[in-house]
């Protein structure tokens, strides 16, 4: 589940080296980044070091009810916010859509709920393929049209905030389904210390945690071990390539696409869950985390490189920022240049030290 991506495909001048007499190719640079100079281990360490500065300032911020056990909740959310846009982020593309695709989603298993009363689980399986359907039509929208992802994406946004309004309006009270299925209160409150076997209880994680992980290993099972999440990598890094090399790459950019809707989908199940209706709004404010977790990460835009465990740590890094951030009563508008300006140095400091190793001989 770390960094994936393909071994790059060899152009036709570096194969034209090899033909015949000519200058010797240059040798293939071998070795990998110095240890210091993984991102991973970057934001480990500024993590550590903003979770010791907001515990002298504010010791709240390791108690475990009024900060830890929401806090993880939230970044169970973000985190597979992150992993449904850097599974479109392996092909170089965007989904500008997540957050609507959540929504409409919601508003699914909300419905299955309110009107059909059906389990909990099975509700949650009925919005995953209502997102992953959505998130499939985008990618094939994509490929048969041409069009950039970003436009298509957008437009599909601004088509879904319409659709879910009209929906919520027509079928349920214009604002959200207020039902809780058997399980769902429990989701909501409850953790892992709350359920003990003699004397012996589980850890202070909510039990909505397990979900994110899961999504977790399975995403990086994907990019890792699969061939369809190799395949995908490989179209991300070079389209054309990949697709002279007998990769399906249509199918790819579809089934990119509907694994970041099953996730968007995923998470607007577990923010629902959090907030306890199935609201109008879910998914709201998914746009820049989805993105802030997979860069922050060490994901390409160009496609073609994933890291789930650094999307993880992107996430848990924003999140720590935001909870530190609010225990210490920072203004919204104060909070959000903070936010952006500690972020901002993070990424920057990321890519010296790239630059200053790829100089010391090491190689991306």
Not at 9 to 16: D, H, K, M, R, T
Not at 53 to 61: D, G, K, W
Not at 150 to 173: C, N, Q
Not at 185 to 208: E, W
Request: charged share 10%; glycine share 12%; hydrophobic share 50%.
């Amino acid at each position: 589940m770390s960094r994936s991506s393909p071994p790059p495909a060899a152009s036709p001048a570096a194969a034209s080296d090899l033909d015949g007499p000519g200058p010797d190719p240059l040798p293939p640079v071998t070795r990998a980044l110095p240890y210091w100079a993984n991102p991973r281990l970057g934001l480990l360490v500024v993590i550590a070091a903003l979770v010791g500065v907001f515990t002298a300032l504010r010791p709240e911020f390791l108690d475990t009810d009024l900060t830890l056990v929401p806090m993880q909740a939230d970044l169970s959310v973000f985190v597979v916010v992150g992993l449904a846009q850097l599974s479109v982020l392996s092909l170089g593309h965007m989904n500008l859509a997540i957050g609507r695709i959540a929504a409409i989603s919601a508003f699914a298993m909300g419905w299955c709920y309110d009107k059909l009363s059906l389990p909990l689980p099975v509700g949650l399986l009925v919005g995953m393929a209502v997102g992953t359907a959505v998130g499939a039509a985008a990618g094939w929208t994509i490929h048969a049209t041409g069009v950039n992802s970003f436009v298509v994406t957008l437009a599909l946004d601004f088509g879904l905030i319409g659709l879910v309004s009209l929906l919520y309006s027509s079928v349920g009270d214009g604002v959200a389904f207020h039902v809780h299925p058997a399980g769902m209160d429990s989701l909501r409150n409850d953790t892992f210390s709350d359920y003990c076997a003699g004397n012996v209880c589980g850890p202070p994680v909510p039990l909505i945690a397990p979900l994110a992980l899961l999504a977790v290993v399975a995403v990086g099972v994907l990019f890792r071990y699969s061939r369809l999440g190799r395949e995908i990598l490989m179209t991300g890094s070079n389209a054309r390539a990949a697709e002279l090399s007998g990769i399906p790459t249509a199918r790819r950019v579809v089934q990119a696409h509907a694994v970041s809707g099953l996730l968007a989908a995923l998470a607007g199940f577990l923010l629902a869950i959090t907030n306890g209706a199935f609201s109008a709004d879910i998914g709201g404010q998914f746009l820049l985390p989805s993105f802030l977790g997979p860069v922050l990460g060490g994901t390409l835009l160009a496609g073609g490189a994933v890291s789930v465990i650094g999307t993880v740590l992107g996430a848990a890094l924003t999140e720590v920022i935001q909870t530190g951030l609010n225990l210490m009563q920072f203004q919204i508008e104060k909070s959000k240049i903070l936010i952006g300006l500690v972020l901002l140095a993070a990424l920057s400091l990321d890519r010296v030290r790239h630059v200053i190793a790829q100089r010391r001989g090491g190689s991306a």
